[in-house]
């Protein structure tokens, strides 16, 4: 397992489902010398330990990195500045702190500020998730076929080759893109969905005349595919948005004339708009499954008999 | 295999994804004495004869339904009133007549008028379904754990219970509404939230900035179970969006003014809204799980490895 190491000793800042994923599999594949977290609370330190998501946890995020030659910040895009600021000073030399958010212009004007000179930043989204968070989470499988995004700019090009490395071994494709077009790129095939399914649930929650015993019966319809996006972490979703505004609101704006050319279409009638536009959908889908984005499997990736196994 | 006979001879016009997993069912646990298919083109009817969907086709489906006890229209919502009409004169004294379409009210308005007295009409609607449509895409399971809604106002009540028997032998729990609130409930669980996967995903397929490689490459965030719902058959939804027009807008109506608030405090930064609007929608998801309508398998149903399997 040895020759397999790439850091002697990884920090990972915050300890939910992503920091949980990378340190399970880290630690199983031998790919840091030591694996040390931090988590704001006790019980998610305590249930870290009790997992073996990491070998040693510290108090402190500060205590944490002191000594890591890979810092990951695993904590929601609000909360970077304030990590950062606290363990600018105790950063190793030559040291390199990355994150996992979900935006990166934001992030980067977060932390940056704070890091000292000869440390290199090379922030990293990976593409990965479930609708779970929190410590108990995690897996080591979670990023495998998945993509990881780094926006390095100017970073040292030895340290973004070491945190490719390292993104790979956990079983991503890694790429690297300009900032701004990688929250442009999120915006449309994440977050904008994201704020449609919480719409969609939120408004089916609102309805009185549909009970919400009625909403949860039929749901196998689609609805139910929205509620599983919807129970994405609030606080997470929450930083997204206010992060990554403008792209956000400008998909939005897109989304929305769309639906209502949609709309007048229904309501006028124009059987041929709606099959056009329905068709020419479908051919996105192709390209997903092709790609191994996803499966062909029927019932929305479910067993036919409502369960997964 | 004898005794679970329901029907003797069961027609089924149209043999897509609902029909042929009827048939498959029906036959495999001896339901009827006999299946009888109609499609309009050869190559589905040799399909499904191949597929061992029915027992015998015709080419019309005037010839299909003559001698049948239960005639089930499995066609698209803007075909009802066409097969109706061509079939009325030939049906059985005492035959039921029902279909598979997702709205009630305008099938009933396209099918009643062409049926002759002495035979008792079932609108049903089985709330299951795949992405996948056609002969080659049914399967025995299709309906086992999902609902199946009547809408039989004052039809016959022994035709009524002999219908809810067959779907409680096809694996479906069985409830009877009223029509107009099967049209308003569908609208909130299954069509409006199609024809926002739809919307999404042609902004999507529009946006020139972010290529198409980018966005089906990235789209594990959220985006691909949208793809997955705008990959259903557009022919279907279509006839789904004309016919049920009303609680369709008006649900989408209130859609877009939840999205607006939505756009509004993300714009003004209000991230309490945002944080209790989320927390908000997860309890319904919760609600979903425990009605066993999808499982809390993580990674949107599928594998950590990308695959169902």
Redesign the interface.
């Known amino acids: 397992m040895g020759g397999a190491m790439i850091y002697e000793r990884i920090a990972l800042i915050g300890l939910g489902l992503i920091a949980g994923s990378m340190g399970l599999r880290i630690k199983r594949d031998g790919l840091a010398g030591e694996v040390v977290g931090h988590a704001r609370t006790e019980a998610t330190r305590q249930t870290a330990m009790a997992r073996g998501l990491v070998d040693r946890v510290c108090t402190t995020a500060a205590e944490a990195v002191a000594g890591a030659d890979l810092v990951v910040l695993c904590v929601p895009v ?1 909360a970077m500045a304030e990590v950062a600021a606290e363990i600018g000073p105790h950063l190793a030399p030559g040291a390199t702190v990355s994150d996992v958010g ?1 935006v990166k212009r934001a992030v980067i004007e977060a932390v940056a500020p704070h890091l000292p000179q000869g440390v290199h930043f090379v922030p990293a989204h990976p ?6 968070s929190g410590p108990d ?1 995690g ?1 080591p ?2 990023f ?4 990881c ?1 780094l926006t390095p700019e100017d970073a040292d090009p030895d340290a973004v080759d070491r945190l490719t490395r390292l993104w790979r071994a956990l079983g991503s494709d890694v790429e690297a893109l300009d900032v701004d ?1 990688h929250d ?3 915006a ?3 977050h ?16 009185r ?2 009970t ?1 015993g ?19 972490d ?2 997470m ?3 997204v ?2 992060n990554n ?1 403008e792209a ?2 400008e ?2 704006g ?3 004339e ?2 209502f050319a ?2 007048r279409a ?2 006028t ?1 124009d ?1 041929a708009l ?2 056009d ?12 499954i092709e ?12 067993g ?5 196994a």
Not at 144 to 147: D, L
């Open positions: 609000g979900s593409l990965a998730g479930t609708e779970h989470s897996f499988q979670l495998e076929n998945r993509w995004l077009h442009l790129a999120v449309v095939t994440s904008a969905p994201h704020l449609i399914a919480y719409t969609m649930v939120g408004v089916a929650d609102d309805l005349r549909v919400d009625e909403v949860i019966k039929y749901s196998a319809g689609g609805f139910r595919d929205f509620t599983r996006i919807a129970a994405s609030p606080t979703w929450r930083d948005f206010l505004r956000t609101l998909i939005l897109r989304f929305t769309e639906l949609l709309q229904i309501r009638g059987g709606l099959h536009y329905f068709t020419r959908t479908r051919a996105i889908r192709r390209g997903i790609a191994g984005q996803d499966t062909a499997a029927p019932d929305f990736g479910r036919p008999k409502g369960d997964d």
